[in-house]
């Protein structure tokens, strides 16, 4: 009789938990954007640890061998694709029919730069954010070679600030990567670590 009972009160409380567990699986919000950010957000990390890698060994390269601060080679480097980012920009907006070509590189799923550049978001009161890097780079690279510190630290949070929003922006809404718009963030990173922790 008492292994009886037992057995009773086992079963009753597995009905019971299946219970509990169905009614917290009918509560439970669905997140159907989840998966494709989460595949979004991994690729982009991966993809900006392994710029700034690439970029920290490229600083401390040109530093050995010609002397200057890794600043002045990441703010040429952020010059640059800010560059390229503007002037896709532009022959996005001018030529309907114009194409970036992909490099084809494998596990790039995400990968689409256009998409990108031709969101609303690409462009500050109508003037494209790569233009914007492009100046903002010429006066890290004033600041640093007038030694003004305390502006280019200021300067460096800014552009830090900027590419974490845009960076979010593009992979949590347009949930595609521009590769020019990764490398130029994870030179802002560089940038601000090495006036952070002298990187």
């Known amino acids: 009789m008492i292994s009886r009972r037992t057995l009773e009160r086992n079963v009753r ?20 954007i989840a ?16 710029s700034a890698i690439f970029f920290w060994l490229a600083g401390k390269v040109v530093t ?13 480097l952020g010059a640059g694709y800010s560059a390229r980012t503007a002037y896709l920009k532009y022959r996005l907006s001018s030529d309907p029919d114009f194409k970036i070509r992909d490099c084809g590189c494998a596990g790039r799923r995400h990968d689409d730069t256009a998409k990108v550049l031709k969101s609303g978001e690409s462009a500050f009161l109508g003037i494209p954010n790569g233009a914007i890097g492009v100046v903002l780079y ?10 003004h510190v305390d502006a280019e630290i200021a300067l460096a949070s800014f552009a830090c600030c900027a590419s974490a929003y845009l960076s979010y922006v593009m992979v949590a809404r347009i949930r595609s990567l521009c590769t020019n718009c990764i490398h130029v963030s994870a ?9 952070g922790v002298g990187l």
Request: aromatic residues 8%; hydrophobic residues 55%.
């Open 138 to 147: 010429v006066l890290l690279l004033v600041l640093q070679y007038t030694r």
């Open 13 to 32: 409380a597995r009905i019971w938990a299946d219970r509990l567990r169905r009614a917290a699986l009918r509560h439970t919000p669905k997140r159907p």
């Open 187 to 195: 030179l802002n990173v560089l940038i601000l670590l090495h006036f």
């Open 35 to 50: 998966g494709p950010v989460a595949g979004v957000a991994q690729e982009f990390l991966q993809r900006l640890l392994g």
């Open 64 to 76: 050995l061998v010609a002397g200057p601060s890794p600043v002045y080679t990441f703010a040429v």
